[in-house]
């Protein structure tokens, strides 16, 4: 059967809910999401497979990545790289703007780096769930001006509403090409990362303002019904919010954590997370090249 096959980077500017809708897309969770902007670290892969058309078959692999940013240290300057790096490798952008919020410089700097790249562009208008059709209408124009865009489709990441219109339009952008993923693989990223990530998801969740950036999970040791993970943070203080008192934080963030890595790993396991203080962990090139961002 004829196969359709490529990838599509995901592009914009961070908390626009590039991450929820890469889940939306694949019909399952491939990368974390937090109300907290630069959540996404590294490119994460999340392949979707179905049907195109009658006797024709798609792997779509959308790129995850994390949001454009003005680089602040040696992390923000590497996650940057890597958007640059992925971007020019796609067959189609997804340009993904937050209906809730003014399309400003930020989008519009994120506009000037996709529609120069010669790929088509679709971009995708999000969280429009519960607002007034009036305002939609107002933002579709806004974006719409934004570039020479191949399709512009308000969606809602979080309820579902015109995703699949969505995939319908990305799916005929790509070319007849070889199956990159086995069918049933729904990521890139290897078990341990995919644990740090979800570990990582909760800690950030319970975390505020400088905390959740200064966050790194590491999982050290992964056995049949063990996980051994360490939560890096960079100063002293910051591990006593990660503890808590009496530990209470850290056994927070492992027991909402857990349900997530039972279930990617189909049975329950053990987890025991303890908290490190690591300096200075994201201006450490040696560190970042050894965690892999
Ligand atoms: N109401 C609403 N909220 C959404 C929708 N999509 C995403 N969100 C929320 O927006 C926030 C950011 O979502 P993410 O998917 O992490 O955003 P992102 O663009 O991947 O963010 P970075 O990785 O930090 O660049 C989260 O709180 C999501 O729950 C949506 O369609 N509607
Ligand atoms: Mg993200």
């Known amino acids: ?29 491939v990368a974390i999401v937090s109300d907290k902007p630069q959540t996404t ?19 779509l ?14 992390l923000t300057e590497r996650m940057q790289r890597t958007v640059d790096a992925a971007l020019g490798d796609g067959d189609a952008v997804l340009f993904v703007l937050d209906c809730r919020e003014r399309i ?17 562009v679709v971009i995708a208008l999000n969280k429009v769930d519960r ?23 308000p969606v809602s990441a979080k309820t579902g509403d015109g995703i699949d219109e969505l995939r319908d339009e990305l799916v005929p952008l790509l070319p007849q090409g070889p199956a990159y993923f086995p069918a049933d693989q729904r990521t890139d990223l ?36 063990l996980v051994r993970a360490t939560i890096s943070v960079e100063t002293q203080s910051q591990k006593q919010i990660l503890v808590g ?7 927070s963030i492992g027991e909402r954590a857990r349900p997530g890595i039972e279930a990617l790993l189909g049975h329950s396991v053990y987890l ?21 961002l």
């Open 41 to 59: 670290r590294r490119r994460i892969l999340g392949i979707a497979n179905g049907e195109a058309a009658v006797g024709e078959r798609y792997q």
């Open 272 to 292: 025991d997370l303890r908290v490190k203080v690591r300096p200075r962990w994201r201006r450490d090139d040696a560190a970042l090249e050894r965690l892999g």
């Open 131 to 153: 607002l007034k059709p009036g305002h939609i209408a107002t933002q579709m124009k806004t974006a719409s001006e934004l570039g020479d865009f191949h399709a512009l489709h």
């Open 61 to 74: 692999v959308l790129v995850d990545l994390p949001g454009f940013q003005r680089p602040r240290d040696r």
């Open 1 to 29: 059967m004829a196969l359709k096959s490529g990838f599509v980077a995901v592009a914009g500017r961070p908390n626009v809910g590039k991450s929820t809708l890469v889940n939306a897309l694949c019909g399952g969770k």
């Open 190 to 225: 290897p078990l341990e990362l995919q644990i740090g990530e979800l570990i990582r998801e909760q800690a950030l969740h319970l975390t505020r303002e400088e905390v959740p950036h200064a966050l790194e999970v590491e999982v050290e040791e992964l056995e049949e019904r």
């Open 104 to 120: 400003g410089a930020g989008d519009r700097h994120v506009a000037r780096c996709v529609f120069d790249l010669g790929v088509p």
């Open 245 to 251: 008192r009496g530990g209470s934080m850290v056994r």
